[in-house]
C-alpha cells in the first residue's frame, strides 16, 4: 500500500544512476564503473496522456522490434522510434577519448553509434524524446580508429547471413583483399541505418580495451539519432562479451519517492562466483533465431496471492523461437503476448475492481485497463510476482508495473504493457511471449552472470 502522492511524480522524473568504482588488482580493475542516466527528460510530464500514447507506441515498436529476432533481415541491432526508460551510460572511445552516451541495452548485440564525418540523417528527430546532446563520433580525430577490414575473422562475424553481406573477393584468405568489411544495414520499421565497423580503443580510467567493435553509422532516415546504443546481448560482439567480464549487475533506483535518491550502481565485474544474498534463475538455451536475449524460466506468474497458471508454452522458449520471457534493460515497460495478457489484465481488472476503470484514459493512451484513483486517499494495488525456476521470486509493486499519470482533474494509472495490435491477439506470436521491462526490476539488483549463466537478484534499496 502506498499513498497515491508518492507515486504520482515519479513517473515523468529524470533520474541518473552511478556506477560505483571499485578497486583494482595487479592493474586489472575487477570492477569497471560508468555513471548511467535515464532517458526519460522532464519535458513529458507537460502532457501525460499524449506521454501514455506515445509509449503505448514505442513499446509496440519495441516489441515488434525484439519480436523479429534474428531471422528478419530487418534486425540487426536494436532500434527503435523512442527510447522511453531507457538508461544511458557515457562510454569514451579513441584516442584521444570521446565520450559519448550508449543506451544500455541486454536486447541488442552490438555497440554503434552515430559516426561522422559527412553524417547524414533524414527525418532522424524525435523531438519529444531526444536527449538534448546527440552523440557523434568522429574516427578521424582518433589515432587509434581503424575500420575492420575484410580479413578480420571478425568481418565474417558481423556480416549477417540474411543481407548478403560478406566479402565475396575474399573467399579463401586471399591476400588480396584489403578492403574493408561492407557496410552494415540495419532496418527499423520505415527506418534505415548503415555505416561500418571500426576497431577501436574503448577506455576506462584504469583499463583500456584494445580493438574493441563498435558500428559508426554513417547514414540514416527515420530513426532517433540522439542515442547510440549499447548491446548487452548474449553474443559475442556485446559490452561484455568483448571486454571478457564475467558478468556485469546493476541496481535502478526507485525514481517514486525521492529526486535526491538518485544513484544507484552498475558493474562490470571480471570476479567469479557467487555473489551474496542473491536468489539465482539460470538462463535458458536460445533458439536459434533469438541468439542473444536472456531468457529466464519462470514457472508460473502470480497476482498478489492468485497463481495465474499461464500455459508453460509461453513461459519457456521452444525451439521455433515461440514464447519464453527475457528481461530487456533497454526499455522501462513491457509486452505480453495475447493470450498472456489476458490472463494478467483480466486477474489485475478483478482485482482492482474497486477503482474505477478510466475509458477515457485508455481511449487517449492506447493501453489497457487503466483506472481512474480520483477520491480515493490510499492504493491498494497487488503485487506482480514472477516465480522463476530455482525457487527464486522477483516481486513487482503495483507503483513499478503500473504507470501513473496525474491529468487536470483526475489521477490515473495504466498498465503500461502491450500486447498484439489488432485481431491477432489469441495467436501464439514467434519471438518471446514476455518481455520483463527495466520498470519492474527498480529496486532490484540484477545480476548477469554470464561465465555460470544464471541472473542472480536480489531486493535492495538502489
Ligand atoms: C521526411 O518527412 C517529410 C514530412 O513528414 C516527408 O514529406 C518526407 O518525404 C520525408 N523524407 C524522407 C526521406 O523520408
Ligand atoms: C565466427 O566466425 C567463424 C568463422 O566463420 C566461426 O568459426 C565462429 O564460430 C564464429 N564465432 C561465433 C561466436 O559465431
Ligand atoms: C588484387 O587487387 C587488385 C586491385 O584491387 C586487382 O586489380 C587484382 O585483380 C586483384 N588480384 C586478385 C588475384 O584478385
Ligand atoms: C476520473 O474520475 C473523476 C471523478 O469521477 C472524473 O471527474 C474524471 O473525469 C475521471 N477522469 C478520467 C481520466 O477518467
Ligand atoms: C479485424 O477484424 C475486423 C472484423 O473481422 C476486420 O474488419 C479488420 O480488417 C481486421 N483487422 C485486421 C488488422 O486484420
Redesign the pocket.
Known amino acids: 500500500m502506498a499513498s497515491s502522492t508518492s507515486l504520482l511524480f515519479s513517473v515523468f522524473t529524470v533520474f541518473s544512476i552511478l556506477f560505483l568504482a571499485s578497486s583494482s588488482e595487479d592493474n586489472i580493475p575487477a570492477t569497471i564503473t560508468i555513471p548511467l542516466t535515464s532517458t526519460f527528460t522532464s519535458k513529458l510530464s507537460t502532457e501525460p496522456l499524449v506521454f501514455l500514447q506515445h509509449l503505448a507506441s514505442a513499446s509496440l515498436s519495441r516489441a515488434h522490434h525484439l519480436k523479429h529476432g534474428k531471422t528478419s533481415p530487418l534486425v540487426k541491432t536494436s532500434l527503435f522510434p523512442h527510447s522511453y526508460g531507457g538508461h544511458t551510460i557515457p562510454l569514451s572511445f579513441g584516442t584521444p577519448p570521446q565520450k559519448l552516451s550508449f543506451v544500455v541495452d541486454t536486447g541488442s548485440h552490438v555497440v554503434w553509434t552515430p559516426c561522422t564525418t559527412h553524417y547524414t540523417c533524414t527525418n532522424c528527430s524525435f523531438s519529444d524524446a531526444a536527449p538534448k546532446k546527440a552523440p557523434i563520433f568522429n574516427p578521424e580525430l582518433s589515432s587509434s580508429s581503424k575500420i575492420l577490414g575484410c580479413r578480420n575473422?571478425k568481418c565474417?562475424?558481423t556480416s549477417s547471413p540474411d543481407v548478403h553481406l560478406g566479402c565475396p573477393r575474399c573467399n579463401g584468405n586471399s591476400k588480396n583483399c584489403s578492403h574493408a568489411c561492407p557496410r552494415y544495414r540495419l532496418h527499423y520499421g520505415r527506418g534505415a541505418s548503415s555505416g561500418y565497423f571500426l576497431l577501436e580503443n574503448l577506455n576506462f580510467p584504469a583499463k583500456t580495451i584494445h580493438k574493441f567493435l563498435v558500428g559508426c553509422t554513417k547514414s540514416a532516415a527515420r530513426l532517433p539519432t540522439s542515442v547510440a546504443f549499447a548491446g548487452f546481448g548474449r553474443?559475442?560482439f556485446s559490452l561484455p562479451m568483448q571486454m571478457g567480464v564475467k558478468k556485469f549487475a546493476y541496481c535502478l533506483n526507485s525514481h517514486d519517492y525521492d529526486d535526491t535518491r538518485n544513484s544507484g550502481k552498475l558493474v562490470l565485474d571480471y570476479s567469479d562466483g557467487k555473489t551474496k544474498g542473491l536468489s539465482y534463475t539460470p538462463f535458458l538455451k536460445n533458439p536459434p533465431d533469438f541468439p542473444f536475449y536472456y531468457y529466464l524460466g519462470v514457472k508460473d506468474i502470480k497476482m498478489g496471492n492468485k497463481r495465474l497458471r499461464i500455459p508453460s508454452k509461453y513461459l519457456a522458449p521452444g525451439s521455433d523461437g515461440r514464447g519464453g520471457l527475457m528481461i530487456d534493460s533497454g526499455f522501462a515497460y513491457g509486452y505480453m503476448t495475447g493470450p498472456v495478457f489476458k490472463i494478467v489484465t483480466n486477474e489485475l481488472k478483478k482485482q482492482m475492481s474497486k477503482y474505477r476503470r478510466s475509458l477515457e484514459a485508455e481511449t487517449q493512451s492506447g493501453l489497457t485497463p487503466c483506472f481512474n484513483f480520483t477520491g480515493h486517499k490510499s492504493l491498494e494495488i497487488p503485487d506482480l510476482i514472477y516465480q522463476f525456476r530455482g525457487g527464486a521470486n522477483m516481486v513487482v509493486p503495483g507503483m513499478n508495473y503500473l504507470l501513473m499519470a496525474r491529468l487536470e482533474t483526475s489521477i490515473v494509472a495504466c498498465f503500461p504493457m502491450v500486447t498484439d495490435a489488432g485481431n491477432n491477439t489469441m495467436e501464439f506470436t514467434p519471438g518471446p511471449s514476455i518481455f520483463l521491462g527495466n520498470s519492474q526490476h527498480v529496486d532490484y539488483y540484477v545480476e548477469f552472470d554470464l561465465k555460470n549463466e544464471r541472473l542472480g537478484f536480489r531486493r535492495q534499496t538502489c
Open positions: 575473422p565474417v562475424n553474443t559475442m
